[in-house]
């Protein structure tokens, strides 16, 4: 999967912003107040003190707000700053602090920037008081957790400029009195639980206005909502992704006057909605970079949509996203669009070949038609130019890449998705030239061939996502020690897939020999179906603090297992069945207290019931079947292992009765 629309919780989203910005300003509340022979009022100085008791500030943030001697001029103080002419307080700015907002600002009523974002207020309402701070021209309180309707009152701050209050878990209506803001020039209200039951008439009085989120809004009352938007003089940048927007209801559509649509409009983004059709009039939209309408209700040929946008929008055009329609046919001749950078079509009904003249995009960075019914041969003339092209997911269809041998490609991918491609037989010599690839999936696709040894023994430095699963590749796998996943961890870029990976998976194919060592912090590491051999031990090397899933069934691994579980504190899946394993299990599985589900099934274990497994609370499925445990089951199953759903003990030499009536049925 490539970038394109995609969705994370709020919150998840949120608490990340949080710790990112926290970590890039390094804890430091960023002050404003500026030393100077200004000094401020007596009254704001109280009403700022009046105003911190409301506020927790439990680590000091704020400590240079005080009435002692040294503090007295509260132009000095932290995320304050004075009218360097009148000495009045004009901004006010803090982050990662909480409590509640209190009445006290109204005795700052020279106030013309006030920013709040990133706080914890505990899901009081944004005060109705608010909309008397009449000069304000600056307001932001995204992300601060706050909850309840946005007061009408917000509408007499005639001054106003900027507006942020996404992600602030608001709900209600939109009230209509937020149009007479007819200096707003910055409006963001996306990700809340917004509506906006009738027409969207009020926002056609903000004439200012230049970039509008309304992301996640209920619009689906506004039928005039193209309408109103598009004659928006000086909007920039749209975004109203995820608002239940339909084009059904348009009928009134053809009597815009297209000419003065959309004069300034640089992206569009109406992703996530119900739309079915492309307005003809977007192809004169001169100024437009970006068009998203992934997610929405497009049918029929994709080249016959392509063909309606025959105006400007031609030499204009950087990013189409088309994703997740229900478009078929072939490809257009993008060619026409010289500018395009990003292309996204995944998961429509995309069918016949990929024609050569993408090959001529000489801009293209990222191209995704991924999970559609593609067909025919791609070989090097397909991307002949496209040495600027960064990531290619061609997945989930049927093609075939046929390339020379010893081809060159003119790129340096970052991501590469070739799932179910048709690569093989042997392993494709040019995926070694790729040394920036982070992620690189080519399974199912055909490959038998050699372990390209030399290969793994020095894989690309920035690699954190390998999938060659599904395919006969075959030999002994070298020792894989090369990765290094510390610079990851607070790569925003690294979010879009999962926080914490480095995954392997190497999983059905024809592997061999003993188990290499992965001396990684690999999360997830995937050896099933194969045909290792030996001894489990060699996998003890692996820096076990981020190791979250280990898959090892289905091979022909034997011994006793090494004792090293203790340095695996994270693991939630551990599965060695169908192997040769045989001894006791060891006792450091009881340092496994996170585990959720153990597969020993089908081996030789024996002994006692493992007694270790007693500290496993987590443990939802356990299979012990199909070895040779002997003695009583323990009454401690059902009392020190709550959480337990499925429990497969047969064929061994337990004796004794299972405690039934404690467990879940
Ligand atoms: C501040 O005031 C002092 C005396 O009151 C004066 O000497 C100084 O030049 C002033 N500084 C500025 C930047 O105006
Ligand atoms: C006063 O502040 C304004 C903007 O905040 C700045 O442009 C101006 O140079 C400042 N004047 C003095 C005398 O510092
Ligand atoms: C949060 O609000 C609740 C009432 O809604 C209150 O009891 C609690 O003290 C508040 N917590 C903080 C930290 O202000
Ligand atoms: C938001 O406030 C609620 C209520 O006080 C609290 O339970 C919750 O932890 C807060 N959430 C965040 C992300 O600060
Ligand atoms: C908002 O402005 C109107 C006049 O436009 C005034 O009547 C009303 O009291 C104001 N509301 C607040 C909260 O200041
Ligand atoms: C949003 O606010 C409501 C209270 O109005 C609260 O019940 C809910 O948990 C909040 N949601 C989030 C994600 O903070
Ligand atoms: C603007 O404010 C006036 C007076 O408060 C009000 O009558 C009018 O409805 C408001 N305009 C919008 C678009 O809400
Ligand atoms: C959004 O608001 C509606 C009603 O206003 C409520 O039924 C729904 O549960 C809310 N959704 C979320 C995710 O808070
Ligand atoms: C959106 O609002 C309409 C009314 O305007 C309502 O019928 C519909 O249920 C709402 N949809 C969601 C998902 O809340
Ligand atoms: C593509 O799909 C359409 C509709 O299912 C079909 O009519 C057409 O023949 C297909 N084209 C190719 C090249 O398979
Ligand atoms: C790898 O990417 C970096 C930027 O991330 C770039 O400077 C470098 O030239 C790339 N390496 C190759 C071989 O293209
Ligand atoms: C593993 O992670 C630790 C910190 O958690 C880091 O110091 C170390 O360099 C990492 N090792 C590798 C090989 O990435």
């Not at 169908?578 to 002994?607: D, E, I, Q, W």
């Amino acid at each position: 999967m490539g970038v394109r629309s995609f969705k994370l919780p709020p919150a998840f989203l949120t608490l990340f912003v949080l710790v990112h910005l926290r970590l890039a300003l390094g804890g430091v509340i960023p002050g404003v107040g500026v030393a100077n022979n200004i000094s401020c009022p007596e009254g704001e100085r109280q009403a700022l003190l009046e105003f911190k008791k409301g506020i927790s500030d439990p680590d000091g943030w704020l400590s240079s707000w005080g009435s002692e001697d040294g503090k007295k001029n509260c132009c000095n103080w932290q995320g304050i700053r004075c009218s360097n002419q009148t000495g009045h307080v004009v901004q006010l700015q803090f982050y990662f602090l909480g409590g509640m907002i209190s009445p006290s600002l109204l005795e700052l009523p020279y106030l013309t920037y006030l920013d709040l974002s990133e706080n914890d207020f505990n899901h009081s309402h944004i005060p109705e008081f608010i909309g008397s701070l009449s000069n304000l021209e600056h307001l932001d309180l995204s992300s601060s957790n706050l909850s309840g309707p946005i007061p009408h009152q917000l509408g007499n701050l005639s001054r106003l400029q900027y507006l942020d209050l996404s992600w602030s878990n608001l709900s209600g209506p939109i009230p209509h009195q937020l149009g007479n803001l007819s200096r707003l020039q910055y409006l963001h209200l996306g990700w809340n639980n917004l509506t906006n039951s009738e027409n969207l008439e009020w926002l056609s009085y903000m004439s200012s206005i230049e970039d509008l989120v309304l992301s996640f809004t209920n619009l689906s009352g506004a039928n005039d909502w193209l309408e109103v938007v598009s004659s928006l003089p000086n909007l920039k940048t749209l975004d109203m992704s995820a608002c239940n927007l339909s084009l059904m209801s348009f009928s009134p559509f053809s009597q815009f006057n297209h000419s003065k649509s959309f004069t300034s409009l640089e992206s569009l983004q109406l992703s996530d909605n119900e739309i079915n059709d492309i307005p003809k009039f977007f192809g004169d939209i001169c100024t437009l970079r970006e068009l998203g309408l992934s997610g929405n209700n497009l049918n029929g040929q994709l080249i016959e949509h392509i063909n309606d946008l025959f105006g400007c929008i031609k030499d204009s055009l950087v990013v189409l996203s088309l994703a997740e329609n229900q478009l078929w046919g072939s490809l257009p001749d993008f060619a026409m669009f010289p500018s395009l950078k990003e292309i996204y079509l995944s998961s429509n009904k995309l069918n016949g070949t990929m024609p050569k003249t993408i090959g001529n995009l000489h801009n293209l960075e990222h191209l995704d038609v991924s999970l559609n019914y593609l067909q025919g041969v791609i070989s090097e003339a397909h991307f002949s130019n496209l040495s600027k092209l960064l990531s290619l997911d061609l997945s989930g269809n049927s093609l075939t890449l046929e390339f020379d041998f010893n081809w060159v490609p003119p790129f340096q991918l970052d991501e590469l998705y070739l799932r179910s491609c048709k690569l093989g037989p042997r392993f494709p010599n040019w995926i070694r030239t790729q040394r920036n690839v982070t992620i690189l999936d080519i399974s199912n696709a055909q490959i038998s061939d050699t372990v390209p040894a030399e290969w793994f023994a020095k894989l690309p430095p920035k690699l954190y996502s390998l999938n060659i699963s599904g395919n006969q590749i075959h030999g002994q796998l070298p020792n894989v020690s090369t990765m290094s996943s510390s610079e990851l961890k607070f790569d925003l870029s690294a979010l879009k897939f999962d926080l914490s990976a480095l995954k392997f998976d190497l999983s059905a194919n024809r592997l061999e020999g003993p188990l290499p060592l992965f001396s990684t912090n690999v999360t997830s590491l995937n050896l099933s179906k194969n045909r290792f051999s030996g001894p489990l031990s060699p996998l003890c090397k692996i820096n076990g603090w981020s190791l979250v899933f280990l898959d090892l069934s289905d091979n022909l691994l034997s011994g006793q297992l090494p004792n090293c579980f203790m340095d695996w504190p994270n693991l939630l899946i551990l599965n060695l069945a169908n192997n040769n394993f045989s001894g006791k299990v060891p006792s450091s599985f009881g340092f496994l207290l996170m585990l959720r589900t153990l597969s020993l099934h089908n081996n030789n274990f024996s002994g006692d019931f493992p007694i270790s497994l007693k500290n496993c609370s987590n443990l939802r499925l356990m299979d012990l079947g199909n070895n040779r445990f002997s003695e009583k089951i323990p009454a401690w199953i059902a009392e020190d292992l709550p959480q337990l759903i499925v429990l497969i003990l047969r064929s061994n030499k337990f004796s004794g009765s299972i405690p039934w009536e404690t467990l879940p049925q």
